[in-house]
């Protein structure tokens, strides 16, 4: 540690050696992302603790801890826009597909995959540091460092470890959510990989290398996809990810059923 080094014991960065002194109110999923899902300032809501079993409406303010100091939170705050920027789209895109019934063309979109994946490792790190599971890591649980210095862009993901898209992956019911999160845990390792929805898509962010068993959460992934196709019959848009120097990529198609075929009798 260097002499003006300084770790805020509140702040689930310390590790790194480089904290201010100032904690901060961080939401532990984007405010950016929860206002696409939110009615009037609130958002319903399920999974936390401190709800028991039960789901509830809750204003976005309700979604704070202070888990970070200011100078980490700064430092991830572009992790938050581009994150806001790529739920919106598919939302976005969601909509029109689901509800144009003329042709009308949808511009192509690109994001930066590496954002979008370290994002996830934020949500990570700051649903479980918050306490907002009922996991038993501790009060004062801090990431592995090599996560920190994943999530802060101070070295690369490595392979398998990172984003996946699993175009199979279904709740009980058999729907995927339009809006949920998830943290991925067992009791020898703890918690390692985070589950989120957004749009009807599902993705993991797994951070131990998965497993290739048939009944693996990962069994159908495609790990870093470096496009979204999605059409209905009468509009196409592409939604591009660009990863650095990362050659395994593909395509994911996406069919929508067509909103004229919902009005002819059956």
Known sequence: MTPDAHRHDRCYASPLNDCSTKITGEHYISAAVLEEFSVDGAIDIGGLAWLGDGRRE???QALVANVLC?????QLSGLDSAAGSFV?????????LATQKRRMPIADATF??????RWLLKCLCGIVASSATDLPVGKGWRPPLGWLEILFDRTPMPAPLGLYFVATKRDPSGIVPKFAFSVVSNDDLG????????AEKPFILAMMRPQVRAESMLADAIRRPAEFIESNGINRTTTRLEWP??????TVQIHHDNPRKKERPR
């Open 70 to 74: 200011d100078r980490h939170n700064e």
């Open 58 to 60: 809750l204003p976005l």
């Open 245 to 250: 120097n990362d050659r395994d990529q593909f």
């Open 88 to 96: 919106r789209r598919n939302n976005e895109v969601r909509h029109v």
């Open 191 to 198: 918690p390692y990989g985070i589950t989120a929805s957004f």
């Open 112 to 117: 930066e995959g590496n954002a979008i994946e």
